[in-house]
């Protein structure tokens, strides 16, 4: 069943996503405040503004950097909003902030759902490959299914409105500091005289393999390529949530505080638009901003 469907946002995971909506036969309307980034699409899609699409759309996916950027058009958009309008949020928000979205898209009649991505970064969205962690009513769900699963690997729905938001901040929170802790695990083999390349051939033979050995270094640490395609900035807000949310609710946290602290390094040093595997080869000026 093909549907009218509209993205917000394409940069590096939206843009994947927009592609293979299109390839499924989708009708697609997009929109980015970078021209360029509209220019990209406007061979497959229509471009027109969030309102806009609202009267139209049967979906409207917004792939932004936060709640905010929903939070300045949503009012207008439910205004306009067509009778069976669907909202889906793929950003990496605070679940509060979704929760206060989701309840004023209720009130208005139109469904609000977030979907938490997961699985290869950019790179799953370019391939249709990526995990969704969802969270919202589970029929609404399944009206979205053609749509997501045009660009979606694997669909978890989690629980109501802010379960997928709020997965996506635990999962952000172990990727990020087992990077760090790889990491610092590659510096001290190389202190030793143990070639990086060699230890992560062994990690990867070994209970300690992950997605980052797996592929994160040897994409683009090892390949020195550093084009890990997230910013610094993009961690720092990712595990900042982390840290506000266990202290909402009283869970102990103690390496989040630390992973945090080393991307606040990296970001006071002034890389919070470098690609994050950048941090690989600046540990050590990091170390000496933490002691």
Known sequence: MTKTVGVVGLGNMGRGIARNIARAGHSLMVWDVAESARAALAATARITTPPEMAAEADIVI??????????????????????????????????????????????????????GMTGGGAKGADEGTMTLMIGGDPDVLDRSRPVLEACAGELIHLGPSGAGH?????HNLITHSNFLACSEAGHLA??????????????????????????????????????????????????????????????????????????????????????????????????????
Request: charged share 25%.
């Open 166 to 170: 709020t997965m996506k901040v635990v």
């Open 62 to 115: 917004f792939v932004v950097p936060g709640s905010g950027q929903i939070d300045e058009v949503l009012g207008v958009m439910l205004v306009k909003a067509a009778p069976d309008l669907i909202i889906w949020d793929f950003t990496t928000s605070d679940p509060v902030y979704t929760r206060r979205l989701a309840a004023r898209a209720a009130d208005a009649g139109v469904p609000y759902m977030d979907a």
């Open 190 to 291: 190389e202190a030793a005289g143990i070639d990086l390349s060699d230890m992560i051939r062994v990690v990867n033979a070994g209970n300690a393999r992950s997605f980052i050995s797996e592929r994160r270094f040897p994409d683009h640490i090892l390949s020195e390529s550093w084009d890990g395609r997230s910013r610094i900035q993009n961690l720092h807000k990712d595990v900042g949530m982390a840290v506000a949310l266990s202290e909402e609710l009283g869970s102990p946290m103690r390496i989040g505080h630390q992973t945090l602290a080393w991307i606040q390094a990296a970001v006071d040093a002034g890389m919070e638009d470098e690609d994050f595997t950048r941090i690989y080869p600046a540990l050590d000026r990091l170390a000496d901003k933490l002691r």
